[in-house]
């Protein structure tokens, strides 16, 4: 029978709310508590039939998750005994069927978010001890996203399974198609090559690291705000002159109310700031998106970003 404390990655050292918390899962039904686990989730990898790489991944993405639960609950400024206080009802939690069908979700294939509302209100709903003030599953959940990606990136039973689907769904949504014989891998490498140091061509560079400039080290995401009013007419704004010229020459197709304009503005900047990558991440029910900018607002620098992250993540 395998160590699955072992298999885990669950020891003595650190992580004490996980091992409180999944080490009796090792000797319980396991099979069972794995099938509601994933669900559905992990018929999307064909052909991994095997129940000891399921409860292998089962035990790695739940002791992720009580991790961060557990680091939560210490950034709550709580000491170690007042963490131990939520052993049993994250044992109960972690049983309830509803939470397992949620964590299991991570791992089909294109997740990038887990329903954090619903971890929030089965808490609640379950009346278990009360979480400290400000405790952010939203957090949780991103984190958990990222962590199970990682777990998968790092099998050696689904990495290959996982590759073989974005290729498949890089050919379905490419119209041109991709060759049978093409190559993610030298396609990413040459995604970091092309893209991977920041451009300092116009500077004199002679003296500095310039091959250890990387762009994702020092890119800091540009913020947003929603538009609420659209004004189709006023989205390519014009210099006063210019739009004169077309003014007295009637080119314009349509007036800009200016009043409008201005009130469109001020509502506009009434609207939160939100990071771009933010935005990104929460946009994905879309299968397209439209960043717009200033000419050097970063918009180039935003797309190498993404996919230097994506290049470093994914495969």
């Not at 080290?217 to 009013?229: A, L």
């Not at 509502?267 to 929460?282: A, G, H, M």
Request: glycine content about 6%; overall charge negative; proline content about 3%.
């Amino acid at each position: 029978m395998l160590d699955w404390l072992a298999a885990w990655g669950i020891s003595s050292a650190g992580g004490y709310l996980a091992k409180e918390v999944i080490g009796p899962l090792a000797k319980e039904a396991l099979e069972d508590y794995t099938k509601e686990f994933f669900k559905e989730s992990i018929k999307e990898y064909t052909g991994l039939s095997d129940q000891n790489i399921h409860k292998k991944l089962f035990g790695k993405a739940l002791k992720e998750f009580v991790a961060l639960v557990q680091e939560e609950l210490e950034d709550a400024d709580l000491s170690k005994q007042d963490v131990k206080q939520y052993t049993k009802p994250l044992k109960q939690y972690i049983k309830n069927q509803s939470i397992k069908a949620i964590l299991g979700s991570a791992f089909k294939y294109g997740c990038k978010r887990i329903d954090t509302e619903k971890l929030d209100k089965t808490w609640i709903k379950l009346d278990l001890f009360p979480l400290p003030e400000g405790f952010d599953w939203h957090y949780i959940g991103k984190r958990y996203v990222k962590e199970v990606k990682t777990i998968i990136k790092e099998s050696d039973d689904l990495r290959p399974i996982r590759d073989s689907q974005t290729l498949e769904a890089i050919a379905e949504n490419t119209k041109a198609g991709i060759t049978p014989d093409f190559d993610l891998r030298e396609y990413q490498e040459a995604l970091l090559e092309s893209y991977g140091n920041v451009k300092l061509d116009s500077l004199d560079t002679s003296g500095c690291a310039y091959n250890e400039l990387k762009l994702w080290k020092i890119f800091i995401p540009q913020n947003v705000r929603e538009v609420h009013d659209l004004m189709p007419e006023a989205i390519h704004e014009l210099p006063k002159d210019y739009y004169q010229k077309l003014r007295e020459s009637g080119q314009l197709a349509q007036e800009i109310d200016q009043e409008e304009l201005q009130r469109a503005k001020e509502r506009y900047y009434q609207q939160p700031i939100k990071s771009v990558l933010d935005v990104i991440e929460d946009s994905q029910g879309y299968r397209y998106l439209v960043v717009l900018g200033d000419p050097g607002s970063g918009k180039s620098t935003l797309l190498q970003y993404l996919a230097l992250e994506w290049v470093r993540s994914d495969l």
